[in-house]
């Protein structure tokens, strides 16, 4: 018998060792990479690489979407998901990389764009650079797959690949069937004070085409191309896209804003990391965009091209002795992937929601994500008929079902545990704070959208009706906590600190067990749903938009909308640099650590001045003079005013001019920069 164990564990040890080896030998096969790079530079790779510098944001996003983010060492300070990104070296920003921030990491291999001349020329020969250009669908995906085979990822890079061509497939069918006079004519504005839009070889106009629409055809290609007013007219676009969170100034000049797009309602916004960028959410933003220009045919239930349907289940590890499971059920809602968090009780429950009030006999609680291009289907159905009918498809039965309703992915649920003695707390929570976070007493209301902080929470107590009532307050403030501690910004007053989105929902399980009457700030039980929430909403953005509190000072201006290019003119009074090399000395600046330090206490002090708790500037003030006067290492420089008044908030104000100041000081020092 003895014999017989060991020979059975010799066997599974050799076999498990045989397996090992194969997937060795697989990984070996993926080298050498050879091939030709958008500059016609020949390249082989003949190993993985493990010390990347990636200077180009889209190919960093697919480097950890392969999972092969271990090999990047440095980034620019334009990569910000997924949350990773945060422990990665910033060596600058896009435009003007720091040659000595990347040499400093001792790179094998960088991904440049065809701009970064300078580092092609400065690490030629010293280190192996691949630009890697896209000009349309195809090109996107060959590059994935590209990458794939450099960093031994094949299988990964053929999932994202597939992912993509799917939804790319799935609208071909939608819009297969709009007749060629309903087809409409897209265009995207790059430009926010000029007209300024891809060239017509432009990777951009191929997901236009792609989405079911017409795109221009001025006859240049490029990137960017600059149009005519009388260009414009001729399209005469009957969609108007752009990224970001403002309508750009242009469309509101004279001969500008008579084209049948605006004079309709037709601009959309969405976020520039999938409008501007050819990577691993092409298939997405085709999507979205194509249900944003169709929304009117894709909303036909008739005109869906596959049925309603659920697609698969996974499970969600509760622990309490009322939940019978929990599990993330994804399915196909108008044709969408939608996913949905069940929890399932053994016995009917009382719940009290923000979004429906108080219900009781409720079997199952959830929370439900709808994707985006689903986000204006179906909107004049109202709020009920959408419950309905997400009912329906998960074979739910709306009486004994309470949803909540999110834009935020259950890929990126937050399970966050709490426990104290014979205490248990569970919030779960998904959480998007980038479109429409608010400061609740400043912003005003008005509409209403599915929520997008949205927490699920249960105990395995017994909540009396005031304790779920006070439960409601204790979330909400752990909540606004957190998003104080993240620096998350009002989307419409950045300059103002969020206390939430304008649609956060919250669902409190009466629970079973001991029996408890209060959930406030001074009960254990108040504190451990506050701590619940506060965890779960840090990971919950983290997961979903990748923000931590560890990301750069770059990241935290342009969350508060602040863009050196759009507020600095283009020649500075005083100054022997151009605008473009004075921004690139002051990008390198907020990547160092004593500079980046200043700004994170101008970033604090400006939040209380806004608020009124500081008044008198001139210490900051003087601080700054004294940041300025030792980069430019002269005692007695000029102190210069950058900024017309109302650009910025007056702390702001003065610590930028005190780095762009300091900066130009230093070209005209006899110590030199």
Known sequence: MMKNLHVHTLVCGLLVLLFSCLGRAENLLAWPVNGTDSQGQAFVIEQRPRRVV??????????????????????????????????????????????????????????????????????????????????DIDSAMARIELLGRIFGREEAARGIVAANRGLLDLIARKVAGIPAEKRQRAVRLMGGESLMVPGDDSFQNDFIRAAGAIPPAFGRNGKIIAISPEEWQRFDPQVVYGCGNTKPEILEAAGVKEVSALQHNRFFSFPCDF??????????????????????????????????????????????PYVRRGRVVESSIRDFKNRTLLVDFKSPQTILSSLEGPREAVATVGNHYYPAPAWGLGHDEGVEAMRRRTCAVLGQAPEETSLLFTGADMNNLSVSRQDFQEMTVYALVTAGVTSNAVRMGHDSGNFYEPGTINVLLLTNMQLSPRAMTRAMISATEGKTAALADLDIRSSYSPNLPATG?????????????????????HTKMGELIARAVHEGVLEAVARQNGITRERTIPARLAERRISLWRLLPDELEGCNLSRAATIAEVEKLLIDSRYAGFMAAALAASDAEQAGLLTDLRAFSDWGSTVGRSLGQTADSEWRHRFAAGDLPPVLALALEALINGVCAAQTSPAGP
């Not at 092969?68 to 300070?77: E, F, R």
């Not at 169709?294 to 698969?312: H, I």
């Open 54 to 135: 990636c200077l180009v944001p889209e190919i960093s996003e697919i480097i950890f979407a392969l999972g092969a983010g271990d090999a990047l060492v440095g980034i620019t300070q334009h990569t910000v998901a997924p949350a990773a990104a945060a422990q990665k070296k910033v060596v600058g920003g896009f435009f003007a990389p720091g040659l000595e921030e990347i040499e400093a990491l001792g790179p094998d291999l960088i991904f440049a764009a065809d701009l970064h001349g300078a580092v092609r020329d400065h690490f030629q020969g010293k280190c192996r650079l691949l630009t890697l250009n896209v000009t």
């Open 501 to 521: 989105t304008g649609t956060d929902n919250i669902l409190v399980v009466q629970g079973e067990g001991t029996a408890i009457d209060n959930a406030g700030g």
């Open 275 to 320: 409008t501007c960028r050819g990577g691993v959410n092409v298939g997405n933003f085709v999507a979205w965009l194509a249900a944003r220009i169709y929304s009117e045919e894709f909303s036909d239930v008739v005109k869906q091209v596959q049925p309603d349907q659920l697609l698969a289940e996974k499970t969600v590890a509760i622990d309490l």
